[in-house]
C-alpha cells in the first residue's frame, strides 16, 4: 500500500457478524492489524487503542483493529479486556493481503506465515497518509493519535 492510494474495497467482518466495506469507514481513520487476539502484545495494543478512543473520536477519527480471528474470537477477546476498539476479521486473508501485511514470520527459530503488526492512516478523503510498519508497541498508539490530530 503506496501513500496516497484509497482504503481498498474490501469486506471485513465486525465482532457482533455484521460486514463492512473498508471504503465505507468514516475518514479520516487508522487501520491496526495485530497478529493474534488475547496475545500480551495485541492486547496491549488493543488497551492503548481502547483508552485513547475519546481521543481519536475527538479528533473525528475512527480506528478499526483487523486480524485472521474469528468475530467469535475478537467478541470474547473484547469482552475480557473491556476493550471499546472495533475489531474485524480478515476470513479470506485478502485485506492483509492487499495491505501488504501477510508474510513470513519467525519465532524462537521457528518460521510461519503470520500479520507483521502495522497501522495505516488515512486522511478524511480516505487517502493513505501515514504507515508505521514492524510496530512495537509502547508509544505507538500516542503517536498515531499525534499524526491523526495533525491531519
Keep these: 500500500m503506496e501513500l496516497g492510494a484509497p ?4 469486506t471485513v467482518s465486525l465482532a457482533d457478524g455484521t460486514s463492512l466495506r473498508l471504503s465505507d ?5 487508522v487501520i491496526y492489524f495485530y497478529p493474534k487476539d488475547d496475545t500480551a502484545g495485541c492486547t496491549r495494543e488493543a488497551q492503548a487503542f481502547s483508552a485513547a478512543g475519546d481521543s481519536f473520536a475527538a479528533a473525528g477519527v475512527s ?12 467478541g470474547k477477546f473484547a469482552a475480557k479486556h473491556a476493550l471499546t476498539v472495533a475489531l474485524a ?3 479470506d486473508g485478502s485485506v492483509c493481503e492487499a495491505f501488504g501485511v501477510w508474510g513470513e514470520k519467525s519465532l ?13 492512516l488515512f486522511d ?4 493513505l497518509a501515514r504507515a508505521w510498519r514492524r510496530v512495537r508497541v509502547p508509544g505507538h498508539v500516542e503517536a498515531v493519535l499525534a499524526a491523526a490530530q495533525a491531519l
Excluded: K, N, Q, W
Excluded at 7 to 10: K, N, Y
Excluded at 25 to 29: H, K, R, S, W, Y
Excluded at 108 to 120: L, S
Design 25 to 29: 469507514l468514516p475518514c479520516p481513520a
Design 7 to 10: 482504503i481498498p474495497p474490501l
Design 108 to 120: 524462537y527459530g521457528r518460521t510461519y506465515m503470520g500479520i507483521e503488526r502495522a497501522t495505516f
Design 124 to 127: 478524511e478523503d480516505g487517502r
Design 63 to 74: 480506528v478499526l483493529g483487523i486480524s485472521r480471528d474469528t468475530p467469535a474470537s475478537h
Design 89 to 91: 476479521s480478515d476470513d
